[in-house]
Nanobody, 125 residues
């Protein structure tokens, strides 16, 4: 599967933005999907993940209550709605997917075999 992230941009602190990741192929619904981010000079970190049916989601503590991950399997797309954005949310956001992800590795980037190219989110203060 190939993943294409989009929707990044410049937003003011306190604002909202929704980024998307669209997958090619017909097996998207079998993939656990995740969002990660990487700020300049920092390691890639987990943001959120969603199980295949969309019924189970996971969030990093730093975004819990502000970000919402969702998916539309009919459109082969996973979304990340980001509210109450802070300057520290500035990063390149990557989507990732894997059909065989072990639950214990949900927050581990090395658990995902497929990655999108990233989309830049810049939050101005």
């Amino acid at each position: 599967v190939q993943l294409q992230a989009s929707g990044g941009g410049l937003v003011q602190a306190g604002g909202s933005l929704r980024i998307s990741c669209t997958a090619s192929g017909r097996t998207f619904s079998s993939y656990v999907m995740g969002w990660f981010r990487q700020a300049p000079g920092k390691e890639r970190e987990f943001v959120a993940a969603i199980r295949r049916s969309g019924g189970v989601t996971y969030y990093a503590e730093s975004v819990k209550g502000r970000f919402t991950i969702s998916r539309d399997n009919a459109k082969n797309t996973v979304y990340l709605l980001m509210n109450s954005l802070k300057s520290e949310d500035t990063a390149v956001y990557f989507c990732a997917g894997d059909p065989n992800l072990i639950t214990s590795r949900t927050q581990d980037p090395s658990g995902y075999d497929y990655w999108g190219q990233g989309t830049l989110v810049t939050v101005s203060s």
